[in-house]
């Protein structure tokens, strides 16, 4: 394999999410989240379990970062517990909570380790929810007070924010299918819930600035899995180009465009009130675009959606499909007419692991890593403005309605010890990083 190098200062990073990795859910004046809520009701988590500990970060994030600085990671992607800062989600700051994220911080820029903060992925203040959550159309305003607070706390050492993690998971796992807390099934609410999410990206990334300097960086990370053309065929690349896509239509064309397609809008219905100069907060300005890739869709033009016909499977049941990210990175790239710098915010594969004479032989997830890693590179050669690439995860870690049952990490933990151990992806990742590319 010839070498595959990336531009200099790209940015190689590792990706968590608070009520992942966190754990002390009832410490030092935190507030229930809906995730705590979520996980009481029985059959909710395949596993039973909760994230009450997880991986215990709270009191090992020093060990953490020891394990980030030891792989050479340059940049650390992690989330903000919003009710831990603000117990009710909004009025008095918990300064306990606040203190967490100063030291976490401080501890990464000591460690060269540059902070990506996600103001909020997915554990909104149980208070909140209790005034409706994201169907209330004043939690925009109660977003973008938050978000003003972490800047004016941190703003002085963080200058890269991201305001919402994968909010279509957010509306429709959380609001239509019940499968991510709250767990309501209304498709009517999870509409309105993904306007108001939109509408709190727009504000929040207004307050960001506000409250933040000549340096603040503001972006919004999206999940997609774009659609495929089956086979080379004329008749599945046009039932490709021309499917619905869902998860990239109701919500990166309105922050590109500043406007919701026929389709979006029939799917909306009257069940949203857009008021005028809604749909210009969201297409507020950004300065970077999070990308969260782990499969694509094929389709066929006579079969609609098909499989692969040797598919290989993540433990989660997702097809491994690379071309898909250099497609995604493509289009966007084609989008945004090539003015908005792309960071790859998670990518990533979960495979059962064997520990075998203290090692971990993840010799698939070496592989997977390897393909998309590829695929990036082939699209900075054809033009694509990617300036970064972070691998979800850097622990395993509770995995939301599967429990414990997935593992993504470059780490190992064993969540009876909370002992740490690098797997072979781990190494193999430091020497990408090393390396700046594939060598």
Known sequence: MSKQLFPPGF???????????EGAVHEDGRGPSIWDDFCRIKGAIRDGSDGSIACDHYHRYAEDVALMRSL???AYRFSVAWPRVL???????????????????????????RPFVTLYHWDLPSALNAQGGWTNRDSAGWFADYAAVMVRALGDRVKDWITLNEPWCSAYLGYELGKHAPGYRDRTLAARA????????????QAIRAAGDAQTRVGITLNFAPNLPATDSEADRK??????????????EPIFTGAYNARVLEQLGGAVEIRAGDL???????????????TATLISAERGVVND?????TLMGWQIRPQGLYALLMRLHHDTRGQLPIYITENGASFEDTVVDGHVHDERRVAYLRAHIAAVHRAIQD??????????????NFEWDWGYQQFFGLVRVDYTTQARLIKDSGYFYREVIANNGLV
Do not use: C
């Not at 969201?282 to 675009?289: E, K, P, S, V």
């Open 383 to 396: 033009g694509a403005d990617v300036r970064g690439y972070f691998v979800w995860s850097l622990l395993d």
């Open 194 to 205: 993904a306007h108001h999410l939109l509408l709190a990206h727009g504000m929040a990334t």
């Open 11 to 21: 940015l190689w990073g590792t990706a968590t999410s608070a009520y992942q990795i």
């Open 87 to 113: 117990p009710q989600g909004r009025g008095a700051i918990n300064q306990k909570g606040l203190d967490f994220y100063q030291r976490l911080v401080d501890a990464l820029l000591e460690a060269g380790i």
């Open 72 to 74: 050479g990671v340059q």
């Open 280 to 294: 210009a907060t969201i297409a507020t300005r950004l300065d970077f675009l999070g990308v969260n890739y782990y």
């Open 239 to 252: 039932a490709a180009a021309e499917a619905p896509d869902w998860l990239y239509e109701p919500f990166a």
């Open 309 to 313: 016909d040797n598919p290989e499977y």
